[in-house]
């Protein structure tokens, strides 16, 4: 059992998740409300998009890359639907299909771009992301989508359950697409070939290309996917809103990438779970919600993620300064 | 050059032979600027042809000068950290940290008929303690970068969300605004047509470039972007080098906080947020290289010149504001795709990917 939860979780994971105990038995401590089962559901809807957003950018990272451009992506494949829907009266499939082809269109060219240019990804995507978004406000003028259709904003619970104390708890699309996405995306990285062959990649791009690894093929898919999941996270977001906002994901970009990497992602590549993106995620949400319920200002909580951030990194860093000098003196 | 020097012999020769490929390149400048100020005299005639009337004028250059030095500043607080092979993330968060303090002090704690002397001396310290704060927020952050080891975009995202996170704390997400007219002259007044804000900036470029390219400081931030570890090898006290780079930056940050101020006769948490990648993108076009050790100034005063006569350009054309901020992008990726196709000798054969 031990080594199985240290197969499942690194040692990032399992500080996170003491962590998150910690927090948790303080502030159910405090506050009664904390640990009932609407509290929970509703924690999870509201981070839902943000969690299916970093699984995609967790994949990217794993890869060795980084990519911003996704909020740009999907504000772009949430308003196509949403213009699909409302002016053509396209149904679900062949909107949500169509938003989906073109969020894996935009994630791809960031791959042939960061491939064919040999420039790293952070630039390129700086780059696509201004394109995308400028564009996107420009053809869009910026205009709101209000009337999006009954089977788009209709909350729609595929489970209903009233507690003993009369609230109503429902499981809503968002909860069911993000477990969803989490399983999926656990499967892709942990089970299949191309998902190790992601780990390769990020962890050595030299030998991983030697070996025979498509380098190309992998990155494509990394970016691509993450370009799906945008369009997902997408549809999600104006679901919960019920409006499609060209600007709706904008300054995104930052929020999501700290949060995967509070979960244990390595900008270096080849490192990561989706399990601790999963805990950096609850972690945060946890906090935020137990600050509110404890009655500290909102305004407070900038400062403790900040905070969290910088005592996460200093943890990791000083556990991989000494993993690497241990190396160094092997090497020496 | 630097992948032979890395393949010689001993430690000594390499560094020797790496530090000499370095000046060679810092002399020579391993940066086609040429390219940039082509591409810069195109545009212009471009401009200058489609609106005759109203592109090719003295006016339309002094506001051109008005609007370069804030992006310019933040561009230079991110070019530098980029060179010594990091980022600042933080900057924009800085800036603002650093605005709002200055903002405070000359807002709610001097007494409001201060004037004359009492006044100056007001002004004084408010520009006093927003420059502590830069100075204590590039310790810090140099501190982490040096003794942790991890990739600064992480700490610098991670301080970038803790000054946000203060700024909106204190201020409620609310901004300040009413500053004395002597702050104000900053953005408003010229000196024989040049905006003073202009001049601020070309002076702080100029002192930037000699820093860079003639000091032993600037040498070594180049080193330490080539290879950290071979510089470190070579006896530089690398944490002292990052350290300086971060306070640098935020010093830089700190100018463009009393820019900033003085243009917008306000401060906040949420102040130009959308110019954090604009800077990046500047630099890189500038001829920053992203992986670190190289990159002038000169490169990048070219590359604002460019951004702004695309911007402001456009916007005499009457064409969307957005058209330009995508042309900046296109114009990164042909720049770039210019350097891999034509110029692959300089930034081929790297396969260190971020």
């Excluded at chain 1, 407070?300 to 003196?329: C, D, N, P, Q, W």
């Excluded at chain 2, 909106?168 to 300040?176: D, E, K, M, S």
Aim: hydrophobic share 55%.
């Amino acid at each position: 059992m031990p080594r199985l939860l240290s197969a499942v979780f690194g040692r990032t994971e399992t500080a996170l998740a003491a962590a998150i105990v910690i927090a948790a038995v303080i502030f159910s401590l405090s506050s009664p409300y904390f640990l009932s089962l609407p509290n929970f559901v509703n924690l999870i809807e509201a981070y839902s998009v943000t969690t299916i957003l970093a699984a995609g950018v967790f994949v990217v990272l794993v890869s060795g890359g980084i990519d911003i451009s996704f909020a740009a992506t999907a504000s772009a494949t949430q308003y196509l639907a949403a213009y699909l829907a409302t002016s053509y009266g396209f149904s679900a499939a062949p909107a949500l299909g169509l938003a989906a082809a073109l969020g894996i269109a935009m994630g791809s060219i960031n791959a042939l771009l960061t491939y064919y240019l040999r420039v790293v990804s952070i630039i390129v995507t700086i780059a696509t992301s201004s394109i995308y978004y400028a564009l996107l406000i420009y053809i869009t003028n910026a205009t709101e989508i209000y009337n999006l259709p009954d089977w788009w904003s209709n909350r729609f619970a595929f489970v209903r359950y009233v507690t003993a104390s009369d609230d109503v708890v429902k499981i809503t699309l968002p909860i069911v697409v993000m477990v969803a996405v989490i399983v999926v995306t656990q499967y892709l990285m942990a089970r299949t070939r191309i998902g190790r062959q992601v780990y390769a990649l990020g962890g050595n791009p030299e030998a991983a290309s030697r070996i025979g690894i498509n380098v190309l093929g992998v990155q494509l898919l990394a970016y691509g996917y993450l370009g799906l999941l945008a369009a997902v996270a997408g549809f999600i977001q104006a679901s919960r809103v019920h409006q499609a906002v060209p600007t709706a994901m904008a300054g995104q970009e930052l929020n999501v990438l700290a949060v995967a990497i509070l979960g244990g992602a390595s900008l270096v590549g080849g490192i990561g779970s989706m399990g601790g993106v999963v805990l950096g995620v609850l972690f945060l949400a946890m906090l935020q919600n137990g600050l509110n319920l404890l009655g500290v200002s909102s305004y407070f909580f900038g400062i403790v993620i900040g905070l969290a951030i910088l005592v996460s990194i200093s943890m990791t860093g000083y556990a991989e300064k000494h993993t690497r000098r241990r190396r160094v003196a092997r090497a020496s | 050059m630097r992948d032979s020097a890395r393949g010689a012999g001993g430690v000594d020769r390499s560094v020797a032979a790496q530090l000499d490929g370095l000046l060679i390149a810092l002399r020579r400048g391993s940066v086609n600027v040429g390219g940039l100020l082509v591409l810069l005299a195109v545009l212009i005639a471009l401009f200058s042809l489609l609106i005759p009337t109203t592109f090719p004028r003295v006016t339309t250059v002094q506001a051109m000068m008005f609007q370069i030095p804030e992006l310019g500043l933040l561009s230079l607080a991110m070019a530098i950290p980029l060179i010594s092979g990091g980022i600042n993330l933080a900057i924009i968060a800085t800036a603002n940290g650093a605005g709002l303090l200055m903002a405070w002090i000359l807002t709610a704690v001097m007494p409001p008929d201060a004037a004359g002397t009492s006044l100056a001396l007001w002004m004084a310290g408010a520009l006093v303690a927003g420059l502590l704060l830069c100075i204590v927020v590039g310790v810090v952050t140099g501190l982490l970068v040096a003794a942790l080891g991890v990739h600064p975009i992480l700490v610098t995202l991670g301080t970038m969300t803790l000054l946000h996170g203060f700024g909106i704390y204190f201020t409620r997400g609310r901004t300040l605004s009413g500053f004395p007219d002597a702050l104000i002259l900053v953005s408003n007044e010229t000196i024989w047509g040049i905006p003073i804000s202009f001049i601020i900036f070309a002076i702080v470029a100029v002192v930037a470039h000699v820093l860079l390219t003639r000091t032993t400081l600037g040498i070594r931030i180049h080193m330490i972007g080539s290879n950290l570890e071979a510089t470190r090898f070579s006896g530089v006290d690398t944490r002292r080098v990052l350290v300086s780079v971060y306070v640098v930056s935020s010093l830089l940050c700190w100018l463009a906080a009393i820019v900033m101020m003085a243009r917008f006769n306000s401060a906040g948490a949420d102040i130009a947020q959308s110019y954090l990648l604009i800077t990046i993108l500047a630099a890189i076009l500038g001829g920053v290289d992203p992986y670190g050790g190289f990159g002038r100034i000169v490169g990048l005063f070219v590359a604002l010149w460019i951004l702004q006569v695309i911007a402001s350009g456009f916007n005499l054309m009457n064409i969307s504001p957005h058209l330009a901020l995508a042309s900046w992008g296109l114009i990164l990726l042909l720049v770039m795709a210019v350097k891999r196709f034509a110029g692959s000798l300089h930034f081929g054969s790297r396969a260190r990917r971020l």
